[in-house]
């Protein structure tokens, strides 16, 4: 890719450019939304530069919520939505990383078994088993509680895997040296093999913490009680309003305030997930 | 300071491979043993077996008196230097001189003495803060030395420590691992394939194949009465040159020394056959050179032999005079002959 043909490079940046517009645009429409009146957007003429009605909206959403459409205000979801996010993620990182430190480096019977038994729930994510979850769930009485809306999506075979694979490329001699160090089980993997697991831990958490917030389906069916109602479940209660037109001002101020969570995790761990990605530690 | 000593140790792996057979050693305190052979013929099971990082099927490990067949690596009181160095990439130099102390609970105070004596040592202060991946290979073998020395272990454990570094490389740490271990004299047990490194670093030089000692001694015992015809191809570099006996005997006439009966095959090192009439018994064989090979202070002429087709190796001082292609007579000394027998491979001489 040396050559340097202006044609070219124009032709690139236009498909990158549209590109970037398709993706933007909805984005930017949705923010330009939410800083209008709320009958601005039903006039059939859709509004292209901000309004006035920014700090109104999104300060009546933050507070008291849409009461008529039953939802509660959006703080409160966003708090939902983040704690669910976050103990998802950290469950998540947690249980697969002690038990992939299991499978790769203990000798116990049936370990291939717990591996395959383990890899082959990735047959079964949650759509697939909702009912019989749900019915496990009910009968804990774990519906209408963060135990209920986090706990079922714990689980993780992906996790799993992808710490096992990376603790398969971790040289047997760095343990061999650290039993000859005198380094137990426990002490070699605090001190060896969760530091080297850093940058995989950063990507994932940023994979798993996106993952739990853009969940609907599952906190949808455990949450009546509008205490537990997650923002992306809540968003859509807000548009759909029974007997009004909805306020699409301030369903797009939600809509921008629910984006904004996992925006953050990405930007501020952009580097390290790259890291994680990309870098094979020697 | 200890004595290292193995007796009867086997080891039989899952489908019953045996890789040792019921071997005897014993390293005494203070002494550097090598353990050579071709890959896979058990050294570095044999090692790992002392480390304590293998198993052993049947057979006592003892170090400094004491069996330590149940004892965690940790508790054997041994230090090990691996060949990819197995330096834990996220600790800083002194940390990871340091981990092993600590994980002893030795006093701070004391930490912090070892590391810089071992540090002075190895010549390696200047990078105690630097991470693995920022000192270059013979650094890190150093580190990994350093890593070793700093425990003042009873005895000192390598499984092949050069084999990651390039030649030049090499020969400078051969040469440190030994003034080391001389200083230390530290009990230490040294696995390479590399015969060079053996020859040169070893007290004792233990030649082993397939899971059994063929030959244990001195270096220069092992180069100049090597017991088996393995060892006299192993140890030697270029290695040893074979002869049917029937060929010799053809064309030495009354110059072949009388050997045992049972010997049908006889090799002779590349450094005893000359170009020119040595003026003493010796079998005069002709040859075409095939290739010269100038190594600096001495050459290698691979010479392809008339009549039977083989080719021999010679090695001589300087650059012989002769062209490839050129055909000329070699003289191999009657008194450097070295008999074996093919069937059980042994010396009978």
């Avoid at chain 2, 080719?311 to 012989?320: M, S, Y």
């Amino acid at each position: 890719m040396v050559e340097n043909r202006p044609f070219l490079a124009f032709l690139t940046h236009l498909v990158l450019i549209l590109g970037v517009a398709v993706v933007v645009f909805p984005v930017y429409l949705a923010f330009i939304a939410s800083t209008h009146g709320s009958g601005d957007f039903l006039r059939g003429l859709v509004p292209l530069l901000p309004g006035p009605h920014m700090i109104e909206n999104y300060a009546r959403m933050l507070n008291s919520g849409l009461s008529t459409a039953g939802a509660p205000p959006v703080w409160l979801m966003l708090a939902n939505s983040l704690f669910m996010a976050l103990t998802i993620a950290i469950g998540k990182i947690a249980i697969s990383i002690i038990s992939a430190y299991a499978i790769v480096y203990f000798k116990f019977p049936f370990r291939l078994l717990a591996f395959w038994l383990i890899f082959i729930t990735l047959m079964l994510p949650v759509e697939v088993r909702i009912i019989p979850t749900f019915k496990v769930v009910a009968d804990l009485g774990m519906l209408n509680s963060y135990a209920g809306l986090t706990i079922p999506l714990i689980a993780s075979a992906t996790a799993t895997f992808l710490f096992r694979q990376f603790f398969l490329t971790v040289p047997d001699e760095l343990m061999e040296a650290a039993r000859v160090d005198g380094a137990g089980p426990l002490k070699f993997f605090r001190d060896i093999l969760l530091p080297l697991s850093q940058t995989n831990i950063a990507a994932l958490f940023v994979i798993l913490f996106i993952y739990g917030w853009v969940q609907y389906l599952w906190p949808l069916l455990v949450t009546t009680d509008s205490r537990y109602y997650t923002i992306v479940m809540g968003i859509k209660r807000l548009a759909a309003a029974a007997e009004s037109d909805p306020y699409w001002n301030l369903v797009m101020a939600a809509v921008i305030l629910a984006m904004l969570p996992p925006v953050l995790v990405i930007i501020f761990m952009q580097r390290l997930f790259v890291k994680g990605l990309v870098e094979t530690e020697k | 300071m200890a004595t290292i000593e193995l007796s009867g140790i086997r080891k039989v792996y899952p489908g019953n491979v045996t890789a040792i057979h019921d071997l005897d050693l014993s390293v005494d305190d203070g002494e550097l043993v090598v353990l050579v052979g071709p890959s896979g013929c058990g050294k570095s099971t044999l090692l790992r077996m002392v480390a304590g990082l293998e198993t052993t099927t049947a057979g006592t490990v003892s170090i400094g008196g004491a069996v330590v067949n149940r004892l965690e690596p940790s508790d054997r009181d041994i230090a090990m230097v691996f060949q990819n160095y197995a330096l834990y990439p996220h600790m800083t130099v002194r940390g990871n001189l340091e981990y092993g102390l600590k994980n002893r609970g030795t006093p701070r105070t004391l930490i912090d003495e070892r590391v810089a004596e071992a540090a002075r040592i190895l010549e390696i202060a200047p990078f105690l803060e630097r991470k693995p991946r920022q000192l270059s290979g013979g650094q890190r073998q150093r580190v990994a030395m350093g890593r070793a020395i700093v425990r003042q272990p009873k005895a000192f454990l390598f499984d092949e420590p050069l084999s990651n570094l390039d030649a030049k490389l090499r020969g400078q740490m051969r040469v440190e691992i030994r003034r080391l271990q001389r200083t230390l004299r530290t009990t230490s047990l040294y696995v390479t394939h590399d015969q060079l490194e053996a020859m040169t670093l070893a007290d004792r030089l233990v030649v082993m194949n397939a899971g059994r000692i063929e030959q244990l001694g001195k270096p220069t015992e092992l180069y100049e009465r090597p017991a088996s015809l393995f060892v006299a191809g192993f140890i030697g570099s270029p290695p040893m040159n074979f002869f049917d006996l029937e060929y010799l005997r053809e064309k030495a006439g009354a110059s072949l020394p009388t050997l045992s009966d049972d010997s049908d095959i006889i090799g002779i090192r590349p450094d005893s056959i000359v170009l020119a009439d040595p003026q003493e018994p010796s079998i005069p064989l002709r040859g075409t050179v095939e290739l010269i090979e100038p190594v600096g202070g001495e050459s290698h002429l691979h010479l392809r032999l008339e009549g039977s087709d083989q080719l021999i190796i010679v090695e001589t001082p300087g650059r012989p005079d002769a062209a490839e292609g050129t055909l000329l007579t070699a003289h191999l000394r009657a008194r450097a002959l070295h008999p074996f027998n093919r069937q059980s491979g042994l010396r009978t001489a």
